[in-house]
């Protein structure tokens, strides 16, 4: 069974006092928090960092009021750096907040066609949101979350416009959308902002993944972190610590009918396939128009060996039409390989077993062919004798 993180910012977007609340209602300790966060503030201005349990529109949650005290004027991404290098904090910590910087930083400078080092920070460069990323990230390091999988779900980002240093701007600002490309977003539920772009930064630097649904889990325990603003919904940004069930991933199954290859040329398809990057081949007689008897060859391969997989099937079949069904969800339960000795005609062989969980439990453990195949030519007995014998 797979630890997993669910970030869930499907109803009021994300923002860094939001995931630094959820956070800490999952356990961060609030006091060390505080410290951390108003401490490495100081190199940029200060801020005073509080938490409260309120709740926001029923649900119970956790708000990180993050102060600003003197802000700072705005500095370019080389001088920032430089500050946050200065920080006492862990390596780990201060390589991914300044990995969650860059992620802005760069964002920033294609937008306004400018190079990352010259670019200047304006309110990403504030106290705040120094507080915001190393807030967040030493919560999540701390929580040991980094050892878990980290799954994102679509980003609520709102609407309308926003005043900022570059004047008033659409919502979503160009900042944030850039930094979003590879997610996934919707906009409303409100005209406000919902993402803004220091949440978004650490979201996708944190996350492994990123769904359109919750996977098949168990659920553990549930964090709240709530935004500022009020709305008719609650404003919160839910993280979900859980067990994943199944694994889950998607393939391409590429398809196509065959009806004038022999046998011979059919099995080297496969082989060609298989070393293509085909995940699985298979070929099935069926009945075709006409009643002229011919096979399905079906495929499942990875997206990124889809168009290899297509080429050589349109080369060694001359297909004139082949059928992709793309992205197609699967469950894949846990595996792993280990490997058992036995004593077969007073000799020691060692066989591979792959062995399957779901939830936890063996659901399957089966020999590798291959060895099972070797020790029946080296022993001479047959092959489903030696099969009974390593069971």
């Known amino acids: 069974m797979i630890m997993t993180?669910?970030?869930d910012p499907q109803g009021s977007g994300i923002a860094g006092n939001m995931l630094i609340g959820a956070f800490v209602d999952l356990g961060a300790d609030a006091d060390k928090l505080k410290e951390i966060m108003?401490?490495?503030a100081q190199e940029f201005g200060g801020v005073n960092v509080k938490f409260k349990s309120i709740c926001k529109s029923g649900i119970k949650s956790t708000f990180c009021d993050v102060e600003m005290l003197n802000p700072d004027e705005s500095v370019t991404f080389k001088e920032f750096i430089s500050k946050i290098n200065r920080l006492d904090l862990?390596?780990?910590v201060k390589e991914t907040s300044i990995n969650i910087?860059?992620?802005i930083a760069e964002a920033e400078a294609h937008v306004h066609d400018e190079n990352i080092d010259t670019v200047h920070f304006h309110e990403v460069g504030a106290s705040d949101a120094v507080a915001d990323v190393i807030g967040s990230v030493y919560a999540f390091y701390s929580l040991g979350f980094d050892k878990r999988k980290v799954i994102g779900l679509p980003i609520a980002v709102g609407g309308g416009r926003v005043k900022t240093a570059h004047g008033i701007i659409p919502v979503p600002a160009p900042a944030v959308v850039e930094i979003l490309k590879d997610a996934q977003i919707c906009g409303g539920p409100v005209d406000s902002e919902l993402a803004t772009p220091t949440g978004s930064a650490i979201y996708m630097e944190l996350c492994d993944e990123i769904k359109e649904f919750i996977p098949l889990i168990k659920p553990e325990q549930i964090g709240y972190g709530a935004g500022l603003k009020d709305f008719n919904h609650?404003?919160?940004l839910r993280v979900v610590e859980c067990k994943s069930i199944v694994e889950n991933d998607t393939v391409d199954v590429i398809e196509t009918n065959i009806d004038h290859l022999t046998g011979e040329e059919i099995g080297y398809l496969f082989d060609k396939l298989l070393a293509a990057g085909a995940s699985d081949v298979s070929v099935t007689p069926i009945i075709m128009k006409k009643n002229r008897q011919g096979s399905l060859l079906k495929v499942i391969s990875k997206r990124e060996n889809r168009e290899v997989i297509v080429d050589c099937i349109f080369k060694e079949t001359g297909s004139l039409g082949i059928r992709i069904s793309p992205n197609i969800h699967r469950g894949v339960a846990k595996r792993?390989?280990?490997k058992e000795k036995f004593n077969i005609n007073n000799k020691e062989y060692f066989v591979t077993f792959k062995i399957?969980?779901?939830?936890?439990?063996?659901i399957s453990k089966r020999p590798e062919y291959e060895d099972l195949k070797f020790i029946a030519e080296d022993s001479g007995l047959a092959l489903r004798i030696v099969r009974e014998l390593v069971r």
């Not at 399957?356 to 063996?362: P, S, T």
């Open 336 to 338: 792993e390989f280990v």
């Open 38 to 40: 108003e401490t490495s």
């Open 356 to 362: 399957a969980y779901v939830n936890g439990e063996i």
């Open 101 to 103: 910087f860059k992620r």
């Open 5 to 7: 993180i669910i970030i």
């Open 90 to 92: 862990e390596d780990k």
């Open 234 to 236: 609650p404003n919160v």
